[in-house]
């Protein structure tokens, strides 16, 4: 093994104590992104108006924030945004399609399940994931009317709102020669299957232990709809905004189904070049200040709700191209506040022992991840100090690619590392800066010592910006 | 309550008629506020009523509902009046929408005449 791969091998080791973390916090959204969203939202309305009455009243007037944000969004900021949602859809199959090529009865089931909401599918190289619930099967279901009958908040419901279900498939197993990665789902191409249990969730936004913060947020959004209600008032009035509302909807009534979607675009496109009258542009200045300060407030509730507690236990069941299949159960803990605390203790076990192994178990481990975030976002960044720690104890020797065992592997590997991210204001690069220092790696007892520098850079936000 | 030109974000109803704004459900999964003739506030699962006032300098008046979503869901907002007419107007979080308003608008019409749909 070369010393770059026993680096490699050290440094995938860490992966675990980084991805010990149950769940990342999610992404502020913003105005241009929620303008996206809001012309999607429009968009698939009108699509099921056509469809289930045979004609659609097309873009209304009282759909105040679609026409706040677009006339207050910068267009630039809507390119980048539907750049980056052009990526997402396309890797989550939003459109309707997986992004492989797909054969077969199993392979169509699943997407449907995936169109319908009923499971997520990511897709990093050949490997498909699908995850799932059985609390967003019970969702699929009811959105499309199989469930007569389903109540929010039922306890019982509640329950299984604590289990979750993921698959993986490797695509790139069982091609022939020049054949295309192509999602089959049948068993060679399973590459793992994980459960979870969340025994501890304070993540959730809707404990009642977040209520007076609902409850302050409540005061900031009310701004927000009585400063909608003016707008609506003036917008009423304003005869330049009913003139290209009607002139918006002559285009999308023409529009077949599919471009519904882009022929609103298109008309919000032209709606800040409008001469709009003195009071409407009062108002929308207004509700757009509420606007902002609305969701500026909802990202400071759920930042709060991101450092709850959180304690979870997983079993996965890995069956590698090569190698033995094994069984690995974890259980994760994280909590935050000042700090991010992360932890997590684990054990894999061989589903069937390799030739010369006489014990089931394959190792047992134990991480612990600190996070400090350091700085000022609104001024020089927020930098992230990292401290974490892995201890792995090898029960007994591990088998080789080859699937001999390699004697002397058996016994302990420490692993430390201290890092430093560092991000760069005003653009989407971070500068990474580590200090790895490991006892060994699994199939090499050498102690390695690594400084690492690096730069993590969004190319997409960038080459976004410079789309014509 | 009438809705005017297939449009339930669009309605008219007679001065003093009793109108209801509701959103079934939906106040375990989101944020919920009001703005009617009859005041503001935050919405409850029992809804809010009010009165159609008279009509002042204009004869319309609005009504608005903002539901910010604190998880993944649907706001369904609807206005009813004691007949059983229901205008309602629907968004949820799947097309990644995490607040939403939108505003009733209520043209005040005479008392009398039938509730329903105009097409």
């Known amino acids: ?468 | 309550m009438r809705i005017r030109n297939n449009n339930d974000l669009d309605l008219e109803a007679p001065q003093g008629e009793l109108l209801t704004v509701i959103v079934p459900g939906g106040a375990s999964n989101a944020v919920i506020t009001f703005d009617t003739p009859g005041g503001t506030g935050t919405l409850t699962a029992s809804g809010h009523q009010f009165a159609v006032p008279p009509p002042g300098a204009k004869p319309v008046c609005f009504v608005g509902v903002t539901c910010t979503f604190k998880a993944s869901g649907t706001c369904d907002v609807r206005i009813a009046d004691q007949a059983g007419n229901v205008a309602q107007h629907t968004f949820s979080t799947a097309f990644g929408l995490v607040s939403n308003t939108v505003v009733f608008s209520i043209d005040i019409v005479p008392a009398g005449g039938a509730g329903g749909r105009q097409i």
């Open chain 1, 1 to 468: 093994m070369t010393p770059r791969r026993v680096v490699a091998a050290a440094l995938a080791a860490l992966s675990w104590v980084s991805v010990a973390a149950a769940q990342a916090p999610t992404p502020s959204p913003d105005p241009a992104n929620q303008l996206d969203a809001g012309i999607r939202q429009a968009a698939g309305r009108i699509q099921t108006e056509r469809a289930t009455k045979g004609q659609s009243s097309g873009l209304l007037l009282g759909e105040v924030q679609l026409l706040i944000l677009g006339l207050t969004v910068p267009t630039e900021d809507r390119l980048l945004a539907r750049a980056e949602e052009g990526r997402t859809d396309k890797q989550l199959g939003a459109d309707g399609s997986t992004s492989l090529v797909t054969k077969g009865g199993i392979p169509r089931v699943l997407a449907l399940a995936v169109e319908n909401g009923a499971l997520d599918q990511t897709q990093s190289g050949t490997t498909v994931t699908l995850r799932g619930s059985p609390m967003g099967l019970v969702h699929a279901l009811a959105n499309r009317g199989y469930l007569a009958m389903y109540v929010e908040g039922d306890p019982a419901l509640n329950v299984l709102q604590r289990f979750s279900f993921g698959v993986s498939f490797d695509t790139s197993r069982g091609l022939a020669a020049g054949e295309s990665p192509t999602l089959t789902a049948r068993a060679r191409q399973l590459s793992s299957i994980t459960g979870r249990l969340t025994l501890l969730d304070h993540r959730e936004p809707r404990r009642a232990q977040y209520d007076d913060r609902w409850n302050n947020f409540a005061a900031v959004q009310q701004g927000m709809t009585s400063a909608a209600v003016s707008f609506a008032a003036a917008a009423r009035d304003d005869q330049a905004l009913a003139a290209w509302l009607q002139r918006a909807n002559i285009a999308i009534a023409a529009a077949p189904p599919e471009r519904v979607e882009a022929v609103i675009r298109t008309q919000l496109a032209g709606l800040p070049s409008i001469a709009v009258s003195g009071a409407t542009l009062a108002a929308v200045a207004t509700a757009r200040a509420r606007y902002d300060e609305l969701l500026e407030a909802r990202a400071t509730v759920l930042a709060e709700v991101d450092r709850g507690a959180q304690l979870v236990f997983d079993y996965t069941n890995d069956r590698p191209l090569d190698g033995n299949d094994t069984s690995n159960v974890r259980l994760v803990g994280s909590i935050g506040g000042m700090v991010n605390l992360t932890g997590n203790v684990s054990a894999t076990f061989y589903n069937s022992k390799p030739s010369g192994v006489t014990k089931p178990a394959r190792d047992i481990s134990a991480a612990l991840q600190l996070d400090l975030p350091l700085g000022r976002p609104e001024s020089v960044g927020r930098f992230v100090l990292s401290v974490s720690a892995k201890f792995e104890s090898l029960l007994s020797d591990v088998p080789g690619p080859a699937g001999f065992l390699l004697s002397g592997t058996k016994g302990s590997i420490g692993v430390g590392q201290v890092k430093l991210t560092i991000p760069i204001k005003d653009s989407a690069a971070k500068v990474p800066l580590s200090f790895t220092v490991a006892s060994r790696s699994e199939l090499v007892k050498e102690r390695i010592v690594r400084a690492n520098v690096g730069v993590t850079y969004d190319l997409d936000a960038v080459f976004a910006r410079f789309k014509p």
